[in-house]
């Protein structure tokens, strides 16, 4: 009898022992998890932050009340319905799947997106290149392997009140995004839609 039970707690052992294993390889997380590691979240949340504070900075919208213009998304992209968690019901459509790799990609686009549009812009105190597009390139080069690409440079400027009109649209554009953005990275980084 007394063998018997311990065969049976043995067994129990064993069971108890592989069950944690099995279930740790039972969710392993795909590639991509992996890639949005905590410090991607922080980076998209600097990211975010720096477009904030540089729409507060009143001598980059001289003449311009930029709160009052309207934004300018990048129209090319499906970001904000294509990364929207599995089972939301945002505009009474059900999505019943999460495709990270789609959200992914299209982030990528938006990404690159905004850095041409931005690398151009006339930036003569380095306001932009010095958070936003510092910022941005991190994100880019670390979290989604997809360093922008050399060559773009500030335009000289030549007409000073539309360059800045533009730029308050394109940026309040891109606040909207990595809004999204964020949202989406600290989504797949929770790993909630591979369970
Ligand atoms: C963005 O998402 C759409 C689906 O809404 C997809 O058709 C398109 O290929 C994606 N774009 C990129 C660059 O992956």
Known sequence: MAI???HFSAALLVLLLSCPLWQV???VPVMSKALMTDSCVLNAHKL???ITTTLTQLDLFEGIICSEQRVEMNTKTNTASVCAPAESTCSGIVESEFDEG???TNITE???HYYNLLSTEPDPSGALSKTVLSSLRELMENCFMSPPEEGASNRESTDPFKERLSL???LK???VRAITIN???SYINSGVHTK
């Open 102 to 104: 789609l959200c992914l």
């Open 25 to 27: 390889s039972q969710s």
């Open 4 to 6: 018997i039970k311990l």
């Open 173 to 175: 554009g891109f606040h």
């Open 48 to 50: 975010l932050q720096d």
């Open 110 to 112: 938006d990404l690159h």
């Open 168 to 170: 308050c649209k394109v």
């Open 183 to 185: 949202r989406a990275i």
